[in-house]
């Protein structure tokens, strides 16, 4: 299966990538190791990003010990705010990094990507592509 083939190419621990908050403050990747992590990369360009980012929202309100981490990859904080401000989302731990090092240091080519971590930074699991609550909550419950 190809996902799982990345998923052996991909970060096996969560990455300590220095990103911004959406108010342009450093933010480290490391600071969630002790608690479940879904991480997602996305783009306002993206329409499958787009598409996701309500279901995301619903997750991090319905799964409240795990945290939902959106790392905006290559667009500024403007860019950013403006497409959650334009959708009325409401999501707590949108990060940004307009090098796109996460992309990189994740050996990932496409957006969206989806990442698993369990509470102590290890990678449990990816999806890539437009992620469904459906397929959301079958990873959550298999691994969290």
Known sequence: MEADKLAQQAAL????LQLMTLEERPA?????VGVPVVLNLWATWCPPCRREMPVLEQ???AFPDIAF?????GESAQQAKAFLHSEGL?????LLDPPSK?????????????????AQGRMVDLHLGEITMSDLKDKISRHF
């Open 69 to 73: 981490v959106l790392i905006n990859q």
């Open 28 to 32: 480290h990747l490391s600071s969630y």
């Open 59 to 61: 997750a991090q309100t």
């Open 102 to 118: 996460a992309m990189q240091e994740m050996r990932t080519g496409g957006l969206p990507t989806t990442f698993f971590f369990d």
């Open 90 to 94: 409401n999501l707590k731990d949108v």
């Open 13 to 16: 621990r969560l990455p300590d």
